[in-house]
């Protein structure tokens, strides 16, 4: 059974630094696209970026310049640094990516559990 589980949310002040992780686990053979998504009451769910299996990013214009997204494929992990975060910024940070089991013929898409984000002074 393949899991996605996000990790490295917590609490930090305006301008502060957090680095999230999605760790993929289970009886996968491949990885394809993994995106980061933030939700919140009032905005609904954005993306805030995505990595191919290649590598190439995109990355939302609301936080260009200060996140990035980056994949460590031998530890089935992407990463979102967030740098100089602002209290908008907060939010249920949630990866989702395309897998393919070791027990399928196709990619399912996963998500994870999701990991609160709170920017406060």
């Known amino acids: 059974q393949v899991q996605l589980v996000e990790s490295g949310g917590g609490l930090v002040h305006p301008g502060g630094s957090l680095r999230l992780s999605c760790a993929a686990s289970?009886?996968?053979?491949?990885?394809?696209?993994v995106r980061w998504y933030r939700q919140t009451p009032d905005k609904g769910r954005e993306l805030v970026a995505a990595i191919a299996s290649g590598g190439s990013t995109n990355i939302a214009d609301s936080v260009k310049g200060r996140f990035t997204i980056s994949r460590d494929n031998a530890k089935n992990t992407v990463y979102l640094q967030m740098n100089s975060l602002k209290p908008e910024d907060a939010a249920v940070y949630y990866c989702n990516a395309d897998i393919l089991a070791s027990n399928v013929h196709y990619y399912n898409a996963y998500w994870g559990q999701g990991t609160q984000v709170t920017v406060s002074s």
């Open positions: 289970g009886s996968i053979r491949s990885i394809n696209a």
